[in-house]
């Protein structure tokens, strides 16, 4: 980060510093690595939705996973096809069906009986057939942060494969559906490639109940979820797409003329956001010395949120070393970075930055305390 130092002193702290140069590397190696196999990708814009990034994710060709109406009209905004659009989420809205159904997105990942019959209406009314992939529920373990495990039976999220008789029982009643897929997404910041293996397992025991059903499902979604080197983010600056790709090329069993998606987000943006900070105050503490910066849970709320360790840097001290508490102006004893991190000795107006935070930082800020919306900036 050093290196865009005599940049950042131009702007008012705190802000995100987007990387497009690794943003741009991450994309091409995806690109040749899912192309080797026909493989579709579509960005998770909960993942960071700023335009610029969405701008550069449609230039390299893939596609969208929204969550929301807005983020469907955002991918709209920065050229995607509709066509290349998916819209998943437990609690779709009508209005938010609405807009997806007027676009003629590509597909929506249902999760519940109710949810089809609804959009099934709605298509009804507007005159037009919603695809739809059923958001199953595999059952298989992500080892991750509770907080981000999806695929669980406990978990709210996907439809329980001991429903899956009844929804095809129902299916040709509605007129305005077309079941065109499956669809999967068992957590985030997976890091062992071992849950993937499992994952494609268990898809194909699913794959056989609709063969065994006669159902022709033309794709099969298996979500995001790929997980980031928070440790070293200037060792490992991109995950390991190859061995990632090869595992659904190896084990998952496609139909033929089937296609398989992805829904990638934080292994496309992690890396290439930072938050940059700046040092208030050095405080003593009875056993610690606390930095106190600018930016806090407001900013960045996922150490506070799922305990995640994201890197901190000082990035204008060559100084010995020393011991740090890195906390923010929030009144929230939660409201830290990290603790006992080592660090150049710090002083007042230092820039710190903090590392791996290009997803689910920004796009998940507040302004509690009445703070200002943070600012974010590009490289070329
Ligand atoms: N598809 C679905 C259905 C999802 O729910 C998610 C993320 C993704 C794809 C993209 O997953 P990714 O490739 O980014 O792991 N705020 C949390 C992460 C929440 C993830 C929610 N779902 C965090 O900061 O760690």
């Known amino acids: 980060m050093k290196k865009f130092k005599d940049i950042f002193v131009k702007y008012k702290t705190p802000f995100y510093w987007y990387d497009m140069q690794l943003l741009d590397e991450t994309l091409k190696l995806i690109k040749k690595e899912s192309e080797k196999y026909g493989f579709y990708i579509h960005y998770a814009v909960k993942a960071n939705s700023n335009l610029p990034v969405l701008k550069r994710i449609k230039k390299i060709g893939f596609g969208t996973d929204c969550v929301s109406g807005n983020e469907i009209l955002r991918s709209l905004e920065a050229g995607f096809l509709s066509s290349d659009i998916v819209f998943a989420g ?21 999760e519940s009986v109710s949810e089809i019959e609804v959009i099934n209406e709605l298509a009804k009314k507007l005159n037009k057939t919603a695809k739809i992939a059923l958001r199953l529920n595999p059952n298989v373990d992500a080892i991750t942060h509770k907080y981000i495990t999806t695929g669980l039976e406990e978990n709210k999220f996907g439809i329980n494969i001991n429903e899956l008789d009844n929804i095809i029982k129902i299916l040709p009643n509605l007129n305005n559906i077309e079941l065109t897929g499956i669809h999967f997404h068992i957590g985030s910041q997976i890091t062992d490639l071992n849950v993937y293996k499992n994952l494609c397992f268990r898809i194909n025991e699913i794959q056989e109940m609709f063969i065994a059903r006669k159902i022709k499902l033309k794709h099969i979604n298996v979500g995001g979820g790929f997980g980031i080197n928070y440790d070293a983010p200037d060792i490992d600056k991109i995950a390991d797409f190859k061995s990632y790709f090869k595992i659904f090329s190896n084990l998952l069993k496609l139909q033929a003329e089937q296609k398989l998606h992805f829904e990638l987000g934080r292994s496309i943006i992690g890396q290439s956001g930072n938050l940059i900070t700046k040092v208030l105050y050095i405080k003593k503490g009875v056993k610690t010395k606390f930095a106190i910066v600018d930016a806090g849970i407001t900013e960045l709320i996922r150490p506070a949120l799922y305990s995640a360790k994201h890197k901190i840097e000082n990035i204008s001290s060559d100084l010995l070393d020393e011991t740090y508490d890195v906390v923010g102006p929030i009144c929230e004893s939660t409201d830290f970075f990290g603790k006992n991190i080592i660090l150049p000795k710090t002083k007042r107006h230092d820039l710190i930055a903090i590392r791996s935070a290009g997803a689910y930082g920004e796009v998940m800020a507040s302004q509690y305390n009445l703070r200002e919306i943070v600012k974010a900036y590009y490289s070329n």
């Open 90 to 110: 437990v609690g779709k809205s009508d209005e938010e069906i609405i807009i997806g159904l007027e676009n003629d997105i590509f597909c929506f990942n249902v």
